[in-house]
């Protein structure tokens, strides 16, 4: 029971991209805005990089590869529901999904260790940023994979293949956000 | 303007009034002259039985023209307005002249302390003179001063003098001011605070040389007596 | 909540289905919890966002009565509230600031209007995400319980300026308020969430529901001024997002992003926040300019000014006012020298907005101009927002700010601008289209009333609180008898003006509500099209039903041919043909 509006499509592009688009247009601000805040943090503080030091860049750039990977899966699904390939991009997303529980679970092992290390959220300017940058990307990454899970779903008895693509829109924006708090975090020591 | 302006006591006092008075008469001549037209035509163009409505797009250019010229002459104003703000702007704030004295103002929920540097003339010496929301200062004399914060921010504020400055936690801030006429003059904080925002009044009083030497010098004395320890750096 | 008997139209089952639509079956049977609390329908969520507001609206008028009367009367008791402590004071007028910005102008003037016009007037049944819109209410809704709730807590309500400041807002004890300070931040990152999910549902429903044939240029220009209000706020409201965050682990988990002691810098937050809150000032102001020249258009019986230029000056003052932030901020401690680039951004930008105030000015010219209640209202935002957008210019000049920052001459600027925006567009709005939300008239004697008992008490509030501010009185202080200059009686004359007037200014808003609610239920019935106007909300039946139109229009021309010449008519709906 879609209204007209939905359906309609005067600039010829689906309704539904061009949301996430918007959607995604508006992230990128929210996360401009905190990364330009610890890049100018970053410039007038040179101990930021021995603090930096701690970090673990082999679990970060392990993650990286993780998150690259699913988005290749995304692809892939992508690719099946333009075939209308249902199931086969169910699957593609559930191998997604798995990325992100790969991912979160590197994560929660690394800030474990951090943790313990007695590098806390309210340490220093360094860490208040690292936690509060990298958990708004978990937080993404989470809401990706519950929104890949309702796809997923509908996805297997082939409907409304089209949101495939939209999932796989969002998901690659939480993979692009990544690349830029890996070098941004970990490798500018 | 009225006499409900507060005086002008600060040698830049006249330019930030004059410049008010230059943004006033060029706004008060586009706001007036946009005004009368717009009532004009609500009364000249107003309904009349059997009268229909022009059809004006616009569009035109030589329609647009009666958009464009004076849009042309607004933005000339603009330019000088830009000019003469900046003009005092970089006198007021980003000039600092030589200084006869330099004095510490501290501010802190809800009190200011002035820190004056004492016959010696320097800060941070033993004769140091500290008072508590109360200023002192010499007519004609060129001031800079030191302006600290301790908790959040304040706002250091002489409308006698035109003067406004944010106290930032964390910085110092300096700037400069030179009275130019004798008097009490009420001394505000101008940003939020806090609960006592409103309980931050201090005064400034700006004397002449010889009163001020008396008073420098009564307060030197008991304030020997009360030995306030000059703030370490 | 009213829905008047006189439903004249069919019930949306007779709907024509366009392409790919499937047969309407909603909006019959809906029982009423469905129908009022949890609709989908774009009317229902508008008039939600709309009564939310008006409410709002009360409050906040409620809270500058208060605090206006304890400036005109220190210590005595306030009727209605009792004494006014400094704490309360703060904690009134920061809310009352808050209040008339996010949860009245915002959600009126962006959501009400937004919604109830967008599909309307673009000639669909609805939003294009009618789920997502009726989220949008409900995370708003919630935002509101939490700012409600916030004024209660123990500590009293957040007391430290709508702008928040820290490291008086991050640390409670400095503010003294610690729950408060959180649910007031907490509410207003909702009331954000809420309008980037509406803002995003209003363009896309923009860009990809328009009815067949409508181009671009044929979009009223309300429509067009929303969506380009809801892009500003998007790409400004971001950074703000990220800063509440920061703000919010400084209150809750001891970090110190705002704490200059521990390597955090104050004037961080103050950059985050006016990067969006000027921007802020035009997403309100734009629709604003919207509504008045729908209104201005339809009562004058003439072509809009220069359309494309109308269009683009809001896009210039929209891309101009990303640059001008830091004119908030000349004396806050930042480098000196970019007080001067600042100052020439901010002065420029009275360009575009010269140029619109000189289209509505020009579309007058050779009009036939009735001067119904609505267009009242209109004109007189005209008259009123060019005082308040003048002053604006002392401010902006850095020079001159030195003196006037902080003082009552830039509250008095900022009322200028938002009581117009905010109150007098909003009623323009209201009473023009009133007939269509809710199919009656509003009383046109009663309406007449209530506007000059609101337009000449608003002058004489606001036009001594103007010389208060060249007196050197500055803004929140809850009492000015601790400053000799500012305790002078004749200046203490000039706040007892201003509250008498206020005073004055609320009663008359009982006309209004008077006026509003008994139309509502007793109005003289409206037809479809009670103006004659060309837009396509008019070619629905009124009130629109669920799905709004009998036949899905199809559009042959731009929304403004009135008085076109060699037509015995003298408007011509979008939706005619030829
Ligand atoms: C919707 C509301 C709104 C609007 C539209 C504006 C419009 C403008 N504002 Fe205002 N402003 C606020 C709301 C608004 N403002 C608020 C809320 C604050 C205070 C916030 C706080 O501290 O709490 C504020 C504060 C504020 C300051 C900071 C003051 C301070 O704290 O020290 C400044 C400084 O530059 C400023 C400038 C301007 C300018 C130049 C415009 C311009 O856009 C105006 C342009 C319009 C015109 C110029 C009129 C039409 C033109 C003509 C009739 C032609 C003639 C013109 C010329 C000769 C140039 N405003
Ligand atoms: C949209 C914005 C808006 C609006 C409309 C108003 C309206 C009013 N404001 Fe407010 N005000 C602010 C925004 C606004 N204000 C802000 C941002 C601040 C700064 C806060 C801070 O410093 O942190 C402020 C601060 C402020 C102060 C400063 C206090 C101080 O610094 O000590 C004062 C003092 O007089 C004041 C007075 C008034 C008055 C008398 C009105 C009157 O015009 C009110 C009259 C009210 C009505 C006429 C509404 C009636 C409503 C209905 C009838 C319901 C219908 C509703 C709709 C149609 C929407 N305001
Ligand atoms: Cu100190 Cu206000
Ligand atoms: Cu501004």
Not at chain 2, 131 to 159: A, M, R
Not at chain 3, 280 to 308: D, H, M, N, Q
Not at chain 3, 328 to 357: C, K, W, Y
Request: proline letters at 6%.
């Amino acid at each position: 029971m879609k209204p007209i509006a939905t359906t309609r499509s005067a600039t010829g592009i689906p309704t539904g991209r061009l949301a996430v688009w918007w959607l995604i247009a508006s992230e990128i601000v929210i996360f401009g805005g905190l990364l330009a805040s610890y890049v100018m943090h970053r410039i007038g503080h040179a101990e930021f990089g021995d603090y930096a030091a701690h970090t673990n860049t082999w679990a970060g750039a392990f993650n990286t590869l993780v998150l690259l990977t699913s988005s290749l899966s995304a692809v892939l699904a992508h690719e099946a529901a333009e075939k209308g390939q249902g199931p086969r991009a169910a699957r593609m997303l559930l191998f997604t999904i798995l990325g992100g529980a790969v991912f979160l679970i590197v994560k929660s092992f690394e800030w474990t260790a951090e943790i313990r290390a007695g590098y806390t959220l309210a340490t220093n300017m360094f860490w208040s940023f690292y936690y509060t940058a990298a958990g708004l990307h978990a937080l993404h990454v989470i809401a990706g994979m519950v929104a890949m899970a309702f796809v997923a779903r509908d996805a297997f008895s082939n409907r409304e293949l089209q949101r495939v693509e939209l999932v796989g829109n969002y998901w690659h924006f939480v993979d692009i956000v990544w690349i830029f708090l890996f070098p941004l975090l970990y490798i500018a020591k | 303007m009225t006499g409900r302006y507060p005086t002008a006591a600060s040698s830049y006092a006249g330019d930030i009034d004059g410049l008010i008075l230059f943004i006033a008469a060029l706004v008060f001549f586009w706001g007036i002259l946009v005004e009368v037209v717009f009532f004009g035509f609500i009364f000249k163009f107003r309904e009349k039985k059997g009268r229909k409505a022009e059809y004006v797009t616009g569009e035109e250019k030589r329609q647009k023209r009666w958009i464009t010229i004076p849009h042309a002459l607004v933005f000339v104003c603009d330019i000088l307005i830009i000019v003469a703000a900046v003009r005092v702007w970089v006198d007021v704030k980003q000039t600092l002249p030589t200084p006869d004295a330099t004095v510490r103002v501290i501010s802190q929920q809800w009190a200011w302390t002035f820190v004056h540097p004492g016959p010696d003339g320097a800060l941070d010496t033993a004769d140091d003179i500290t008072t508590v929301d109360e200023l002192h200062l010499e007519v004609g004399k060129t001031y800079h001063y030191e302006l600290e914060s301790k908790d959040v921010v304040h706002s250091l504020s002489i409308p006698a003098f035109r003067l406004k400055q944010d106290a930032v936690p964390g910085r110092t801030i300096r700037g400069w001011f030179r009275p130019i006429r004798e008097g009490t003059y009420d001394l505000q904080c101008a940003e939020i605070c806090g609960i006592g925002h409103g309980l931050m009044p201090a005064i400034v009083k700006v004397e002449s040389a010889a009163q001020h030497a008396r008073w420098m010098d009564e307060a030197g004395r008991s304030a020997l007596a009360a030995a306030p320890r000059p703030r370490a750096r | 909540m009213a829905q008047p008997a006189n439903q004249e139209a069919p019930g949306s089952g007779t709907r024509q289905s366009e392409t790919l639509a499937p047969p309407a079956g909603h909006g019959e049977h809906e029982g009423f919890f469905k129908k009022y609390l949890f609709s989908t329908d774009h009317k229902a969520i508008a008039k939600q966002y709309l009564f939310t507001g008006m409410f709002m609206g009360l409050i906040g008028a409620f809270m500058a009565y208060t605090f206006r009367f304890q400036l005109a009367f220190p210590g005595s008791h306030v009727p209605g509230f009792g004494v006014v402590s400094p704490n309360e004071y703060n904690a009134l007028v920061t809310n009352h600031g808050s209040i008339m910005v996010f949860w009245v102008a915002m959600p009126v003037l962006i959501a009400a209007f937004g919604n109830y016009l967008i599909p309307l007037m673009l000639g669909c049944d609805d939003m294009a995400f009618p789920r997502l819109n009726r989220l949008s209410y409900q995370v708003f809704f919630l935002s509101v319980v939490v700012l409600l709730i916030s004024l209660f807590v123990p500590g009293g309500g957040f007391g430290g300026a709508w702008t928040a400041y820290p490291p008086l807002s991050s640390k409670a004890e400095y503010s003294l308020t610690p729950l408060g300070s959180t649910l007031w931040l907490v509410a207003v990152a909702l009331e954000f969430v809420a309008f980037l999910i509406g803002g995003i549902n209003f363009v896309t429903t923009t860009m990809n529901s328009r009815a067949p044939g409508m181009k671009l240029y044929d979009i009223p220009i309300v429509v067009w001024m929303i969506v380009i209000a809801s892009l500003v706020f998007m790409a400004s409201v971001g950074p703000l997002v990220a800063g509440a965050v920061m703000l919010l682990f400084d209150q809750l988990f001891g970090t110190a992003f705002y704490d200059p002691a521990r390597g955090g810098d104050p004037l961080l937050w103050q950059h985050l926040f006016w990067f969006f809150g000027h921007p802020e000032v035009y997403v309100v102001l734009l629709p604003a300019c919207g509504i008045v020249a729908e209104v201005i258009t339809v009562f004058s019986r003439k072509k809009l000014f220069g359309y494309k230029t109308v269009l683009y000056t809001a896009i210039a003052t929209g891309i101009v006012s990303f640059f001008v932030w830091a004119h908030h901020q000349f004396v806050a401690g930042i480098d000196p020298r970019m007080a001067n680039v600042f100052t020439a951004t901010t002065v420029i930008i009275s360009l575009p907005v010269a140029e619109m105030v000189f289209v509505l000015v020009a579309t007058l010219y050779g009009g036939s101009i009735k001067l119904t209640t609505p267009m009242l209202w209109a004109l007189a935002f005209i008259a009123e927002f060019i005082i308040g957008g003048v002053t604006g210019l002392f401010l902006g000049a850095s020079g001159s700010d030195i003196y006037l920052h902080d003082t009552y001459f830039v509250l008095a600027h900022f009322h200028y601008t938002f009581v117009p925006i905010a109150i007098i567009a909003v009623f323009a709005g209201l009473t023009y289209w009133f007939p269509k939300m809710f199919g009656r008239h509003m009383n046109e004697t009663l309406g007449k009333i209530h506007f000059w008992g609101t337009i000449i008490p608003f002058n004489s509030i606001f036009i001594p609180l103007f010389l208060l501010g060249l007196a050197g009185q500055h803004r929140r202080i809850y009492s000015y008898e601790g400053f000799p200059e500012l305790a002078r009686p004749e200046l203490q004359q000039l706040r007892i003006i201003a509250t008498v007037s206020l005073i004055v200014m609320l009663c008359f808003q009982l006309v209004f509500l008077f006026n509003f609610v008994r139309s509502m239920f007793r109005g003289r019935i409206a037809e479809r099209n009670p103006w004659k106007a060309n837009t396509l909300e008019w070619v629905a039946a009124s009130p629109p039903p669920h799905g709004n139109f009998e036949t899905m229009p199809t559009v042959y021309r731009g929304p403004y041919e009135y008085s076109v010449p060699n037509r015995d008519e003298d408007y011509w709906p979008q939706n005619q043909p030829a």
